[in-house]
């Protein structure tokens, strides 16, 4: 089920453009950018559930999703004809994320103990209704009690060391809970098996507990400076602390009560790519995560930037995206994850990116301002 569009002004949010002043937009690959729309348009065409639910997409941006499916010549046009860019005027803010690829075992072995775990029976997403506790926090899960009672569910630190989740079975194991964690950072997983086989992990849900950023605590405790952090680092500054029970990288990780479950996943759909909160494929450089509190899924997004994209030297990254994620930690009108790939290359980059970014969203028009 969709959520309600928010409430805010967009005259206090959007500026309305035209595409002429949008530097770059005639030289990007808007082929390639119509190709990852079509994929978001099949979701709303269908009204499939979607695996995140998001702002409930506009009977415009339906249209323009029958349109794209009803194939197009010109996909350049396509967008100038069924969408009008508006720029968003908060300063804009991108990070990146992409699929870890990793060694991984079916049964627990000596180097690889640490489970995947599946979807519990008794979790319970809360799209329309988020459980409010009298702490003040929001849980957006919780656990069905026999007697149909909705409860916090377990947080982190409760499955990890009390085994407070038992219907929640392990799919895999992995080396420690430095790789799950970063794995349940990320969203989604390939798992390198003995013999070379390959098993591909997608999100099944998480427990409810607001996300908290173990890069941020570790800036403000210390360890690590802004200026250096990196998915390395954070990897390698934690198994330096100990990641094992009660060791000071643990307790760093646990601080982030937020824990997911994935499922495995061998859809042909799956053979294209991680499968982002939509439900569609993602594409490397064409795919974003977005606030679905504010956004709808399909909506494209003209991103502009300078980021080290394809090395170690900043460059200008100017392209055109299609929301088809969320995540936990991107929260806000103007903040957007790119989603640049699988494998550790695509790690490296990913890890380096925390940078300004100007950021228009292309809107659907209405029936009256179309050709």
């Not at 569009?5 to 082929?31: H, T």
């Not at 489970?115 to 988020?130: A, F, G, K, Q």
């Not at 929640?168 to 997983?189: K, N």
């Amino acid at each position: 089920m969709s959520r309600n569009a928010p409430q805010f002004s967009a005259s206090d949010l959007l500026q309305k453009i035209e595409f002429e002043k949008i530097d770059g937009f005639a030289a990007d690959d808007l082929a390639a950018a119509f190709d990852a729309f079509r994929r978001s348009a099949e979701i709303i065409a269908a009204k499939a559930q979607e695996q995140r639910s998001a702002v409930a997409p506009p009977p415009a941006l339906a249209a323009a999703a029958r349109a794209a499916l009803g194939g197009v010549d010109h996909p350049g046009r396509f967008f100038q004809d069924w969408f009008r860019p508006h720029a968003i005027k908060a300063q804009g803010f991108v990070t990146a994320y992409y699929e870890v690829e990793v060694d991984a075992r079916l049964s627990p072995e000596p180097g690889f103990t640490t489970p995947i775990l599946s979807r519990p029976r008794d979790l319970v997403t809360l799209n329309e209704s988020p459980l409010s506790l009298p702490s003040g926090e929001t849980l957006t899960s919780a656990r069905r009690q026999a007697d149909g009672a909705l409860v916090p569910y377990p947080d982190r630190r409760a499955i990890e060391e009390e085994g407070a989740a038992p219907s929640a079975h392990p799919l895999a194991y992995v080396r420690d809970p430095v790789e799950l964690f970063l794995i349940q950072v990320q969203g989604s997983a390939r798992l390198r098996l003995p013999g070379g086989g390959v098993m591909a992990l997608t999100y099944a849900g998480r427990n409810g507990w607001p996300y908290t950023s173990v890069g941020r605590l570790m800036i403000e405790c210390g360890l690590v400076t802004k200026a250096e952090m990196s998915l390395d680092l954070m990897k390698e500054t934690l198994r330096r602390i100990g990641a094992g029970p009660g060791e000071a990288g643990r307790r760093l990780m646990q601080q982030n009560r937020s824990y997911v479950f994935f499922e495995i996943d061998t859809s042909e759909r799956r053979g294209i790519g991680p499968i982002g909160g939509q439900g569609a494929p993602l594409t490397p450089f064409r795919s974003i995560a977005v606030d679905r509190s504010i956004w709808c899924y399909g909506l494209p997004f003209w991103i502009a930037a300078r980021i080290p994209w394809q090395g170690e030297a900043a460059t200008p990254f100017r392209r055109l995206m299609i929301a088809q994620d969320t995540g936990s930690a991107i929260i806000g009108p103007a903040r957007a994850d790119l989603f640049f790939g699988a494998g550790e290359a695509a790690g490296r980059r990913a890890g380096d990116i925390r940078h300004a970014a100007e950021m228009i969203v292309l809107l659907p028009k209405d029936v009256g301002d179309r050709p």
